[in-house]
């Protein structure tokens, strides 16, 4: 943690400062939040899990060791948030949520085609979770394999892979759209 | 469609892929702050475990081994509440805190279900709603390992979320979920139940 610019931010909030406490939040909650969102797609989903994050965050700080960024780390937490809390809720639910009928939902029928963007919204909310995130997190939201892979907790090499395989299947549902690429009509 | 046209689809997409609304960060800092700094202890130096899910996890975990025992779901001890009853320093402050959490969401819960319309609406059950489902988490969070409990715990997580999710104008459609999960899940009389146990605990 010594040679981590953040340190005596870390380390103010460590002795108690709230002042510090509300910098770190501030400068990191937004971008928290909207990661959280592009994964749930409810602001009131989104909202719970930004507070539970920046919760277990404060609590979790003394345990940070500097090997990642802050900013990183605080991400893993967020993603690991989410994704447990999205399992949970889905577990439980005795009937669908909004937010797992939307990502179920294939995209609605049209008198007029939807545009190549809108068609390809609708394609990563259908793919599956292990593939949809990866593809949230790099494609979307920019992080780099290394970051993803230390938020999702798996190797490198798997947060590859799953990314290929989310694009693959993305091309897969747009190349009849386009007309080009490819030949499999997704079902 | 290559490697490259989509790459450069994707990117462009994060302009109108799940575009979030200006989130509401003071809001969500209020409640970070209260639950991280005005805590009974210092969380940030027990980082494994927050204070109140501890008390919680105290007082709810003894209050199921009368509860459990009662509602038949076997003579299961409350073993993971044991070793931290003996390194607890000074367990009764907290008790009153964990009964608090579980009277306001018995009050809570019976408001709702008494307002079946969505007429009259308690003002801030939705705000008070959240709260208590932060504490819930928490007390989840903190490993409880008996499934009675659990399952108690985990089914007054839904009902708050319904809760939590309800617009502000309250459509009955909506009410009536919640209304439903808490008859089919029987969430009302195990609470009680629950409450009346643990009050009589010595």
Known sequence: MDHNPEAGLITRVLG?????????????????????????????????????????????????????????????????????????????????????????????SRTVEPDLKDRLTAAIDALPEKFRVPVVLHDIEGFTHAEISSMLGVPEGTCKTRLMHGRAKLRQVLAPFQGVGGTEVPS | MNEQELERLLRESGDRYRIPPEPRLDAIWRRVEHATFDAPAPVVRRPWLGPLALAATLVIGVGLGFGASRLGFGSRSVEPAEPVVA?????????????????????????????????????????????????????????????????????????????????????????QLINETLDQRDVMPRLSLFLTNASLAP
């Open chain 1, 16 to 108: 108690g400062d709230r002042l510090a406490a509300r910098e770190l939040y501030d400068t990191h909650a937004r971008r928290v939040y909207r990661v959280i969102y592009r994964l749930v797609g409810d602001d009131v989903l989104a909202e719970e899990f930004t507070q539970d994050t920046f919760v277990k965050v404060f609590r979790g700080l003394a345990g940070f060791r500097g090997h990642s960024q802050l900013g990183t780390w605080i991400h893993s937490v967020a993603v690991t948030t989410t994704m447990n809390g999205l399992r949970t809720l889905r577990r439980r639910s005795t009937r669908e949520f909004a937010l797992e009928t939307a990502a179920d939902m294939p995209a609605p």
């Open chain 2, 87 to 175: 390194s607890a320093p000074a367990p009764n402050p907290f008790v009153g805190v964990a009964g608090d959490y579980l009277q306001q969401t018995s009050a809570l819960l019976a408001a709702v279900s008494h307002d079946p319309s969505g007429d009259a609406f308690i003002p801030g059950a939705i705000d008070r709603a959240r709260e208590l489902l932060s504490t819930t988490r928490l007390v989840l969070d903190a490993g409880i390992t008996d499934p009675a409990l659990r399952d108690l715990l985990e089914d007054l997580e839904l009902v708050l979320v319904q809760i939590v999710r309800l617009p502000q104008n309250r459509p009955a459609a909506d009410a």
